[in-house]
């Protein structure tokens, strides 16, 4: 009875693991903006704890970095299995402006799965707060790929007042030109 | 006295409303003016100079050229930081700096964009041009075949690598 209880009324608080992977401090701030009370991510239950062992989420912020990346994996590890992993900003998210630098690893999904982007160098608040909703099903997803196609030349690509027929095949005249 | 103090934090508290907004239910506020959020690239006006993606501190426009009249632009969109160089540089105007910042998403692939351009070549010789010197050459105004797949740019000639992998990542033992 208890246990059905606390399942119900705890199945969606996420308990929040604040990962710091060598950032510039700009997603931090972000995120902290999100738990004020102007913006009060703990009405969905959102908590910040201290330790890889009690979280259920890792936000994590800043590219891999070479002596973060063993950091990052433990941190990981440690977390108790259902565990979900949030890349904020561009830099979790795919690099940054540092992607291919000579200590910088990379993304994070170089060392460890992430199941959720919040692109945005920082994200507003309300982007994470929106990615929220998505994690937690309150909102879809508002993004798609786009695909561009030119199916026809836009621009003619000879001019044609100057192609000429001639025995039976058709000759350009500027070439003669040259 | 602390009793006393503590009705006044009541009704300081009392007094001060709700400041929380109701942002995921309700609409967000709307972002400030010169807010920039997510690029959207118009392919209809563009012309496919790759001056963004010879621009982006980011390096996340890719060009490749599939043959000498087409060509694929793809934005990467994962490691964007809207800086904004790319709508500023296009002569066109085919990117315009949104105001879109609810981009949240499961998969990389929701925020790619993928232009597919046909290109135009001399219309006296047929082919494409290329730069005189060699220092022109280095600014990457001719054919680009970026690894589209490894999400990077190419840096090297493509003649000499027949064996080696296109672009290479640091090794770190991870345990």
């Known amino acids: ?178 | 006295m602390s009793f006393l103090s503590k009705i006044r934090e009541v009704m300081i508290c009392l007094g001060a409303g709700q400041v929380t907004l109701p942002y995921p239910v309700a609409a967000a506020e709307p972002v400030p003016e010169r807010f920039r959020g997510r690029p959207l690239f118009n392919a209809a006006q563009c012309i496919g100079c790759a001056g963004c993606a010879n621009n982006c501190p980011a390096r996340e426009i890719l060009v490749f050229d599939v043959c000498q009249e087409v060509r694929i632009m793809k934005y990467l969109g994962r490691r964007c930081t809207y800086c904004g160089r790319c709508a500023d540089l296009c002569p066109e105007k085919a990117i315009t700096m949104s105001r879109e910042f609810e981009t949240a998403t499961q998969t990389i692939p929701d925020l790619q964009q993928n232009l597919e351009l046909f290109m135009s070549t001399c219309q006296r010789c047929g082919r494409c041009f290329t730069e005189p010197g060699p220092l022109e050459q280095l600014m990457l105004k001719g054919y680009r075949f970026d690894a589209l797949a490894e999400e990077r740019w190419v840096y090297r000639s493509q003649a000499h690598l027949q064996n080696e992998p296109l672009v290479r990542d640091i090794d770190i033992e991870l345990d």
């Not at chain 1, 929040?16 to 950032?23: F, K, L, P, R």
């Not at chain 1, 995120?31 to 890889?52: H, M």
């Open chain 1, 1 to 178: 009875m208890l246990k059905e209880l606390c399942q119900k009324m705890f199945s969606r608080s996420l308990w929040v693991y604040h990962a710091n992977s060598g950032g510039c401090n700009g997603c931090d701030i972000e995120v902290l903006n999100v738990l004020t009370p102007f913006y009060d991510a703990e009405r969905f239950g959102i908590k910040l704890v201290g330790s890889p062992r009690h979280a259920d989420v890792m936000l994590c912020q800043g590219p891999v970095l070479r002596p973060t990346a063993q950091a990052l994996k433990r941190a990981y590890e440690a977390m108790p299995a259902p565990k979900l992993v949030f890349a904020i900003g561009s830099c979790a998210g795919g690099g940054g402006i540092w992607y291919d630098m000579y200590n910088v690893l990379g993304p994070i999904e170089k060392v460890i799965p992430v199941n959720f982007y919040i692109p945005g160098c920082p994200p507003r608040p309300e982007a994470i707060l929106f990615g929220i909703a998505v994690a937690t099903g309150r909102l879809d997803k508002k993004v798609a790929p786009v695909q561009f196609k030119q199916v026809e030349f836009p621009v003619p690509r000879y001019h044609p007042e100057d192609l000429r027929e001639e025995d039976g095949m058709v000759v350009y005249e500027k070439l003669e030109k040259v």
